[in-house]
């Protein structure tokens, strides 16, 4: 029945007297390309080669828009298991609609679409993605990028299997496979964990700045001081106190260093041993939780996942602001007194049998 449909549809002046918008305007040659593509087209229908009679329509069509190659388009969509496709497909064809004065073939191609659909519709699998956080997530669905507006609501898919991908800054990603019969729905809750190595990045270019600022700043008093000092002699006073002890600001540096080392290096195990006992909980959890859905009795263990990974955060950002301090210290630390300019001194003295004063120039 599709058979001689098809043929009388091309065969008859459907095309080659169509409307001027749908074919009067194409090259003769576009048509009896368009027409033979179809003939292939529903010949490979008949025999259920899905992917040539695909190809035939898909590629007819192009050349000369037309609600039966849509129609045909459909058929072969569905016949591969593509049922958004073969959706979208017939549901184009009646949003079209045919024109006043189109053939009867066109008529008839939306009167079939319109029972067709129906039947299609009912066997769509639906999944909701729920991605937590979804801010600047990207999430994928068998290669093709899912909108953020699509997120936390449903959407269809063909039944089989499906691969998801999820990544987000500062986030490790997130991989699953899931797959759906016909008419199925499920829906997938996918937490991201935090990434401690971006964590740790981040943390080491702060403390690098940090750093540089505190290096830059250490110099001026020295600088400071030495003009100080300079002012006061050449008003005839003594050296400047603050100058008296630089070698042993030199030794509370090296110290307040060695103990900002240690602590940061505290800092660091505590994150490197909260962080494996986050990864050993996150294993647990993705074992017992299929597909990222987990039940209500895990509640305990993911709040102890959460709680871990916090802590390993926090010990490898102290550590990390910790040892960077420390060799800061270090290297900012006066190394030693520097040179006095010579001052002459005269005091009086009083000793048995003798008075008067002495100088040291």
């Excluded at 065969?11 to 009896?32: K, T, Y």
């Excluded at 740790?200 to 400071?224: E, H, L, W």
């Excluded at 505290?266 to 987990?294: F, I, N, Q, S």
Aim: a positive charge; proline letters at 6%.
């Amino acid at each position: 029945m599709r058979r001689k449909f098809f043929i009388g549809l091309f065969a008859a002046s459907s095309l080659v007297l169509a409307p001027a918008s749908l074919s009067a305007q194409a090259p003769d040659a576009d048509r009896v390309t368009a027409r033979a593509m179809a003939e292939e087209g529903q010949a490979a229908l008949e025999r259920r080669d899905y992917r040539v009679a695909e190809d035939r329509f898909t590629r007819a069509d192009a050349l000369i828009h037309a609600p039966t190659l849509m129609l045909g388009l459909a058929r072969a969509q569905l016949g591969l298991g593509k049922l958004v496709e073969a959706h979208e497909s017939y549901q184009r064809i009646l949003r079209e609609g045919v024109k006043p004065g189109a053939p009867p073939a066109f008529s008839k191609a939306v009167s079939e679409a319109g029972k067709e659909v129906e039947a299609v519709a009912g066997r769509l699998a639906w999944v909701t993605l729920d991605v937590s956080p979804a801010a600047d997530a990207e999430v994928t669905l068998d290669g093709m990028a899912v909108p953020r507006a699509a997120l936390g609501f449903k959407r269809p898919v063909n039944p089989g299997t499906h691969r998801l991908r999820v990544t987000a800054p500062g986030y490790l990603s997130r991989e699953e496979t899931f797959s759906l019969s016909e008419a199925a729905k499920t829906a997938l809750t996918i937490q991201l964990m935090p990434d401690p190595g971006a964590r740790i990045a981040t943390a080491d270019v702060a403390a690098g700045a940090q750093g540089t600022a505190k290096g830059s700043t250490a110099v001026d008093p020295r600088a400071g001081a030495a003009g100080d000092r300079e002012k006061n002699n050449a008003m005839g006073g003594g050296p400047l106190d603050s100058d008296v002890g630089v070698s042993d600001r030199g030794r509370a540096n090296r110290i307040a260093g060695g103990v900002s080392v240690i602590l940061g290096g505290a800092g660091l195990v505590t994150g490197a041993v909260a962080g494996g006992l986050a990864l050993r909980k996150r294993d647990e959890l993705k074992d017992a939780c299929p597909e990222g859905a987990c039940r209500a009795d895990r509640q305990n263990d993911i709040d102890t996942f959460h709680k871990l990974t916090t802590v390993s955060t926090i010990g490898f950002i102290a550590g990390a602001v910790g040892v960077s301090a420390g060799v800061v210290l270090f290297l900012t630390a006066p190394s030693g007194e520097e040179p006095r300019p010579p001052t002459a001194r005269v005091s009086p003295y009083i000793g048995w049998g003798t008075a008067g004063v002495r100088g040291h120039f």
